[in-house]
T-cell receptor, first 114, second 110 residues
């Protein structure tokens, strides 16, 4: 079956610009997670959705980062006024109900801020 | 969240068992041990998880010590396709999120 998909696979932008990264979770999965991975590091948690609501956004680094999941399926991570330090791979994962269920990860979006 | 410690890298000969250790000495009684791996340029992939009993599935075995302060992931017959970064994660139901360390980079040698 279809896994988690993320678009675009690569995004190059200039410092100060606004970007949106999209995640399509596995159909029927109520839990959705965003992580960020810098080179040579493990993924770092950003935000967790249960349905339409953000159950835990404690990992968002600052108020330039925002994520939505308006219908409880597709999610968009939005970054305003991008900085060079935002360059990383942004990973999305979904799981059936959260909790003990394994998380299925997408291939990620590689964001490069010039 | 409990911190995990893993060796940064390991080599294993193809066809041999790969034994990847993880220390989690501050683990609490209700925290699970999860293992994921990440093949280059892909998202992490679930391997196995356990609480206190040893677990086995089609991919691997997980051995957790009796005091639960450490565990070992065993790939019984490593292949070249098992070359990846392996992450040991301690998870509890109160947080839902994974806290990844830097993992172990396993290289399977022909």
């Amino acid at each position: 079956g279809a896994g988690v998909s993320q678009t675009p696979s690569n995004k190059v932008t200039e410092k100060g610009k606004y970007v949106e990264l999209r995640c399509d979770p596995i159909s029927g999965h109520t839990a959705l997670y965003w992580y960020r991975q810098s080179l040579g590091q493990g993924p770092e948690f950003l935000i967790y959705f249960q349905g339409t609501g953000a159950a835990d956004d404690s990992g968002l680094p600052n108020d330039r980062f925002f994520a939505v999941r308006p219908e409880g399926s597709v999610s968009t991570l939005k970054i305003q006024r991008t900085e060079r330090g935002d360059s990383a791979v942004y990973l999305c994962a979904s799981s059936l109900t959260g909790g003990f269920n394994e998380q299925f990860f997408g291939p990620g979006t590689r964001l490069t801020v010039l | 969240d409990a911190k995990t410690t893993q060796p940064p890298s390991m080599d294993c000969a193809e066809g041999r068992a790969a034994n990847l250790p993880c220390n989690h000495s501050t683990i609490s009684g209700n925290e699970y041990v999860y293992w994921y791996r990440q093949i280059h340029s892909q998202g992490p992939q679930y391997i196995i998880h356990g609480l206190k009993n040893n677990e086995t599935n089609e991919m691997a075995s997980l051995i957790i010590t009796e005091d639960r302060k450490s565990s070992t992931l065993i790939l019984p017959h490593a292949t070249l396709r098992d070359t990846a970064v392996y992450y040991c994660i301690v998870w509890n139901s109160g947080t839902y999120k994974y806290i990844f360390g830097t993992g172990t980079r396993l290289k399977v040698l022909a």
